[in-house]
Structures are given as C-alpha cells and as structure tokens.
C-alpha cells in the first residue's frame, strides 16, 4: 500500500518561479526522503529531513516536515528548464526495521523555457 | 559513488517465456530491493532481499521470483511472463549501516514489454 501521496499530481511552471509540491504519509516515520526521477531513467536521492527535524535546505531546495500532520513539502526555488522530472517522496516507517522505504505516486513537474 | 546497474534498459519478450532481470550494485550494499513503476501507481515494491540467500516479498510479489546467490547480485525472475507484467522495472540498493537514513540507490531501470 502506498503511504506517501503527493500532491498534485502534475504541475506546469514557468522558468524562475518557484515550485511547490506537497506529501502527506499515514503512520509515524524514522525520515522522509525526497527523489528525483528524469523521464525513463531511475530515481535519485534528493534530499532526507528526519523525523525530529522541520527544515531543511540543499541548494534551491527546501524540505519541510511536520509530524503532527503527517505532511511535508518540497520547496524549488528560482527553477530552470533542467528542474523538469517527477518528484517521489519516501517515508521510512519507524515501526519497521526492514529498512523498506514507502513510495508515493509521484509529482511531475514541467518548467516551460 | 554508489554505481547500481541493470543488465537491459530494455526488453521485449513473449507471453510464457522465462525472464531475468540482473542487477548488480558494487557498493557492498547488504540490502537490495526491486520495484515495479506503473504510470499513476507509483513504485510498488516486489521484493526485497537483506543479506546473501534472505528474500523477503514486498507488496505485489505475485508472479514473481528472486535470486541473490551473491551479495552485489539481486536477480528478478519472472517465471512465465505475461502482459499484464509489461512495467518499468527499478532495482535498488541501500546500507544497513546507514540505517538511520536509509537512502536508497537506484539502477537506470529496465522497460519490459511482453507481447
């Protein structure tokens, strides 16, 4: 079963702006992961914000979690043509030590030239 | 860099016939793990396995099985291939050791299609 669901589904914006997109997840968690997958290749690890974090930033990114609403979001700022690719958030559940990660259905993003 | 590589990028085979898909990751991972992508569902874990010769079934092993005979090796084995198995197929590798990040390391993913 999915735990991770993003939101939205697909967005579509103009380089420079900024880009937001938005995960919420069901049960507590060790951490959530955000990656990044280009069309028809495989995912690569973006960013991890642990469970007793709220944010964090890596370059134009910004993650933020809060734990009370099971939700965290990911934040592109200032986005370039190269941004465009799906977003996956992963949640690693703290009640499992199979070291699984949960995937959503991911977000997909188009920054238009 | 953690290098994890798949032995197709892509892949046609028949309905019935037997498939291999390899996956090799040449970090010393104990934990290899193998997905299935389908547009609007997300990644759906099949199997995974946590050290040599241990498999554990993920969500939708159905169908399926895997190998690991060797710790950089993790192979899917689709015993008789059947359409509704035409997916992108992810392998990817994590370390225990890391356990309280848990990254994982995907492979470029292999697009099979069986007719």
């Known amino acids: 079963s999915q735990q991770g669901e993003e939101d939205p589904q697909a967005l579509s914006i103009q380089e420079g702006e900024n880009a937001t997109m938005n995960c919420s997840y069901k049960?507590?968690?060790?951490?959530l992961q955000w990656y990044r997958q280009n069309s028809g290749r495989g995912l690569v690890h973006l960013i991890l914000?642990?469970?007793?974090?709220r944010e964090k930033h890596s370059g134009r990114l910004r993650v933020t979690l809060d734990t009370s609403k099971k939700s965290s979001s990911l934040l592109i700022t200032a986005s370039r043509a190269a941004d465009t690719a799906s977003y996956f958030c992963a949640t690693d559940p703290s009640m499992d030590s199979s070291y699984k990660l949960i995937f959503g259905s991911g977000t997909r993003l188009l920054v238009r030239p | 860099d953690v290098k994890v590589t798949q032995s197709s990028r892509y892949l046609v085979k028949r309905t019935g016939e037997k498939v291999f898909l390899e996956c090799v990751q040449d970090?010393?991972?104990?934990?290899m793990f193998w997905y299935r992508q389908d547009p609007g569902l997300g990644l759906r874990l099949i199997y995974f396995s946590y050290d040599v010769k241990m498999k554990e079934k993920g969500d939708i092993p159905e169908g399926y099985s895997v190998s690991r005979e060797k710790k950089e090796r993790f192979s899917l084995i689709l015993e008789s291939a059947s359409t509704n198995q035409t997916s992108m197929y992810l392998c990817?590798?994590?370390?225990?050791?890391?356990?309280?990040?848990?990254?994982?390391?995907f492979g470029p993913g292999t697009r099979l299609t069986v007719l």
């Open positions: 049960t507590s968690i060790n951490n």
């Open positions: 970090m010393d991972h104990e934990n």
């Open positions: 914000i642990r469970s007793n974090e």
């Open positions: 990817a590798s994590s370390q225990p050791g890391l356990a309280v990040y848990n990254e994982q390391f």
